[in-house]
């Protein structure tokens, strides 16, 4: 096996291990049960809005993971440990990235089963919202690697992460929660766009953090 | 084959000069002992070594593969003592088997299904001078690995130093207090 597939096995049992799946998920289906009780069991009212409050639920729930996404593992030496090896920052961020999206992404999909049928969404809207999350998690979880790094040497790191990620993922939660004919491929292209530059600017911010 | 050479070595910290125009050769078989004052740049040398700073001038020529001990453990809390070893073994590309005789060479065998959460302070040392056993590296750079150890494993860092020594590896070490086993001095 490959070293960066090693990291990608480690780090996903380990997101498994720790709670950091858990968290997110228990967060996501949390904020689905709110809205009813707020908004009142307006079945097509909440049909309507389901999309959208589920698109912002897990926006929110990315956040939390972020934090013990890099940090651990430079207090640790572990990054010191994979670089002096001769793996680049990039391909550490890289293989971070691939194993944060197969802790977050699907078990939020998996979650959306439950919450969709708690805010009364029809299949067609579902359908709608599990595609987009399968096309839009992977740029959420690129935008929380690579804020995880910039933000990983500073001291109050908690509130800034939620400061610097949230304006940046707006284009996600706008395509995502559209129902426009194109609406998926902007999705798929601000996605895209994230997945391809996150691990060069974690990988920046890791080798910067160094120095 | 393996060496070590440091050319004209120059470590920039902050705009402060740590040090300027070191020289050093390590051939198979030898190791050094870099030693000076606190904040003189023996971290900072060996993480130069290692490829992890930059130096300010000068250049670094290594042929092999290298093992670093620093004073954080790399190691995963959660996981037991041994499979947090074998991660790096097998990144290393040793198998398991590597990875109970470095355990063994410090002291550790008893501690292997231990959680490395569970550790004391000497033991989490002893577990990070495995770690660089288990690598099959032949340069290690040791920093301030006697640090917090006791008498009987002060003895056992010296014969896992000697041993690898005379299996034709190199070590750079950093350290205050002797190791037990005779290094050339470098003095920053």
């Known amino acids: 096996m490959s070293p960066l597939l090693r990291l990608v096995a480690r780090d996903v049992v380990r997101a498994f291990a720790q709670g950091g799946v858990w968290l997110p998920l228990v967060f996501y289906l949390l904020v689905a049960t709110l809205f009813p009780f707020a908004i009142g069991p307006d079945a097509a009212l909440l049909g309507k809005v389901g999309g959208g409050v589920l698109w912002t639920a897990a926006l929110l729930a990315a956040l939390l993971p972020v934090e013990r996404l890099v940090r651990p ?9 994979l670089v002096l ?41 579902f359908i709608r919202l ?23 040497s500073l001291r109050a790191s908690g509130a ?52 | 084959m393996t060496a070590l050479a440091l050319e004209r070595l120059a470590c920039l910290r902050g705009q402060r000069l740590l040090f300027e125009d070191l020289n050093l050769t390590l051939a198979p078989g030898e190791g050094a002992l870099v030693t000076g004052p606190n904040g003189v740049g023996k971290s900072s040398l060996l993480r130069i070594v290692a490829g992890l700073l930059a130096p300010a001038g000068g250049r670094v020529v290594r042929d092999g593969a290298v093992a670093l001990a620093a004073e954080a453990a790399a190691l995963d809390e959660e996981k037991s003592l041994v499979a947090a070893l074998a991660f790096w073994a097998r990144l290393d590309g040793q198998d ?93």
């Open chain 1, 73 to 81: 593992d430079i207090a640790s030496g572990a990054i010191d440990q």
């Open chain 1, 160 to 211: 800034l992460i939620g400061l610097v990620m949230l304006p940046l993922a707006v284009p996600l939660l706008i395509f995502g929660a559209s129902a426009g004919p194109n609406a998926l491929k902007l999705l798929g292209a601000t996605s895209l766009l994230f997945v391809a530059g996150a691990p060069f600017v974690a990988g920046a911010a890791l080798r910067a953090g160094r120095s």
């Open chain 2, 96 to 188: 398991d088997e590597t990875v109970a005789p470095a355990l063994a060479a410090m002291g550790l065998a008893r501690l292997a299904q231990v959680p490395v959460r569970l550790l004391s302070t000497g033991q989490r040392r002893r577990a990070t001078i495995a770690r660089v056993i288990a690598s099959g590296a032949p340069i290690w750079l040791l920093d301030e690995p006697a640090s917090g150890l006791d008498t009987a494993s002060l003895d056992q860092l010296a014969g896992a130093m000697g041993g690898h020594l005379a299996a034709g590896g190199i070590i750079l070490a950093a350290s205050h207090q002797p190791l037990g086993i005779d290094l050339r001095e470098l003095a920053l």
């Open chain 1, 130 to 152: 599990e595609v987009g999350l399968l096309v839009g998690t992977p740029g959420l979880a690129a935008l929380g690697l690579a804020v995880a790094a910039l933000t990983a």
């Open chain 1, 85 to 125: 090896r001769g793996l680049s920052d990039e391909g550490v961020a890289a293989a971070k990235l691939v194993a944060h999206w197969l802790s977050f992404g699907p078990p939020l999909m998996a979650a959306t089963l439950a919450a969709g049928a708690l805010l009364n969404l029809d299949s067609a809207a």
